[in-house]
Structure formats: C-alpha cells, structure tokens
Nanobody
C-alpha cells in the first residue's frame, strides 16, 4: 500500500506558475504509474497528466498541454506537476494518484479507474 500527500497549492493570479508535489510512502514507488487529476466545483474529476514508471513517457489533457509538465523523482518518491500560464479555469482541487503496475514499464493511464491510490487533494485557485 502507498500513501500520497500533495502540497504546493495556493492562490495565484492568471499567468502565474505553481509547482505541485506529491510525496509517496513505501519502497515500491518506481513500480507505480503516477497521475494528476483535478476537480472543479460542480464538475466531475478530470484527467490532467500522467507519467510512466521511469518518467520517460507522459500524457496530458488537451486543456493543459504546453502549459503543464509532469515529472517524477523515484529516488525521492515524489511526482511533480509544474503549472505555467495558469488560467482561472485551472481552479480546482488537484489530486495525485498512483496505479500499481510492475509489469509494464512504458504504460501510463489517463482514466481514474486505472489508479489504486489517491491523495487528499490540494486546492489551486487562479484569480483573473
């Protein structure tokens, strides 16, 4: 089992940047596909970004492509989401997720159902 703790959220203005971090417990972090999702008030949780076990392959939602970057540091058991050129529509609670997959090094997931563990979320608010 792995526990995920997000940090780095806050209140920023449109055009600013934020970096979210997600620290994972346990010794098998490198066997997990990692992802970021977000949920805005009154909306369903949506996919933001995903990264495979080594960090060599990534996937992004169209709405954040070119502005957000997902990376991971397996030595630190941490996944990051660098968010640039933030827009008011990026306002949401951001969740880190981990999906255990020891057999597929190149895989990443963009649906919530593929993930086994979730963090508690961190609020990101972008003012116009």
């Amino acid at each position: 089992q792995v526990q995920l703790v997000e940090s780095g959220g806050g209140l920023v203005q449109a055009g600013d940047s934020l970096r979210l971090s997600c620290a994972a417990s346990g010794r098998t972090f490198s066997r997990y596909v990692m992802g970021w999702f977000r949920q805005a008030p009154g909306k369903e949780r949506e996919f933001v970004a995903a990264i495979n076990r080594s960090g060599g392959s990534t996937d992004y939602a169209d709405s954040v492509k070119g502005r957000f970057t997902i990376t991971r540091d397996n030595a630190k058991n941490t996944v990051y989401l660098q968010m640039n050129s933030l827009k008011p529509e990026d306002t949401a609670v951001y969740y880190c997720a981990g999906g255990y997959n020891p057999s597929c090094g190149g895989c990443y997931y963009n649906t919530a159902e593929e993930y086994d563990y979730w963090g508690q979320g961190t609020q990101v608010t972008v003012s116009s």
